[in-house]
């Protein structure tokens, strides 16, 4: 049924374009991007660090020059891994990368309607072109050619 339709993950490529008019805030459209036989096995414990940067779950609360006053967009960071949600949707992907570095290799998201699809859709682009994290004063930042994210830490 339509539901199930709604529920299918989709993969992204990382570093490119979103398909279709408008990029990510016209529909984020699916893609693939294979993961590279090299990437490390991802984990799933939200506790420990590497490279500075503790694992975990971090709220979005900014987002380039905009604020983020709903709160309603998450990534648990994990070795090699992160997964979340954005306000209508989740996703996870691989970070091929050793922190405080970024390399997404994968991003898989569902596609339910959304009233948010602009900020969404920003938001996972975003996470796909991510380069590098850094840890400051209890804030979370990770950087992104469409902007720094800034994140607080409210979980494991």
């Not at 991003?107 to 796909?128: I, S, V, Y």
Request: glycine share 18%; proline share 8%.
């Amino acid at each position: 049924g339509v539901g199930a339709e709604l529920q299918t993950p989709h993969r992204r490529r990382a570093r490119g374009p979103l398909p279709g008019p408008g990029g990510a805030a016209a529909g984020h459209g699916p893609g693939t991007c294979a993961a590279r036989p090299t990437a490390p096995a991802a984990g799933a414990d939200g506790t420990g660090f590497e490279g500075g940067i503790p694992f975990g779950t971090y709220t979005v609360v900014g987002f380039g020059k905009e604020a983020v006053p709903t709160r309603d967009a998450t990534i648990r960071l994990t070795k090699n891994a992160f997964s979340g949600n954005g306000p209508c949707n989740t996703f996870s992907g691989v970070n091929a990368a050793a922190l405080p570095n970024f390399q997404v290799t994968t991003m898989n998201w569902t596609d339910n309607p959304c009233g948010h699809k602009g900020f969404e859709g920003r938001f996972f682009e975003a996470l796909t072109q991510a380069s590098q994290a850094e840890w400051s004063g209890g804030v979370l930042k990770v950087k992104s050619p469409l902007g720094w994210m800034t994140l607080e830490r409210s979980g494991n």
